[in-house]
Nanobody, 121 residues
Framework: QVQLVESGGGLVQAGDSLRLSCAAS????????MGWVRQAPGKERESVAA????????YYADSVKGRFDISRDNAKNTVYLQMNSLKPEDTAVYYC??????????????WGQGTQVTVSS
């Protein structure tokens, strides 16, 4: 079992930056690929970014490429999402998610409670 706790959301203006953090419980964090998934009201869930358990491989949705950066600190059991040049369309609840150990997949098995990011124009 893995518990994920997000933090760092808030209300910002367009063009601002935010950094989301996700702290994971347990001893298997370094073995798990991690991701950030967002959901805006009335829209489908969107995978925003992911980072492999290997650490060197990352994925970004086209909508955030060049603006967002995902990273991880295995010593702190934490994954981050640095969001720059935020746009109103980035407004959503952002969820941290974890995969099964030693997998790079599109399926996540554990989810955090979500943190709200609101970008005003």
């Amino acid at each position: 079992q893995v518990q994920l706790v997000e933090s760092g959301g808030g209300l910002v203006q367009a063009g601002d930056s935010l950094r989301l953090s996700c702290a994971a419980s347990g001893r298997t964090f370094s073995m798990r690929s991690m991701g950030w998934v967002r959901q805006a009201p009335g829209k489908e869930r969107e995978s925003v970014a992911a980072i492999s358990w290997r650490g060197g491989s990352t994925y970004y949705a086209d909508s955030v490429k060049g603006r967002f950066d995902i990273s991880r600190d295995n010593a702190k059991n934490t994954v981050y999402l640095q969001m720059n040049s935020l746009k109103p369309e980035d407004t959503a609840v952002y969820y941290c998610a974890a995969q099964k150990p030693y997998t790079d997949d599109v399926k996540y098995d554990y989810w955090g409670q979500g943190t709200q990011v609101t970008v005003s124009s």
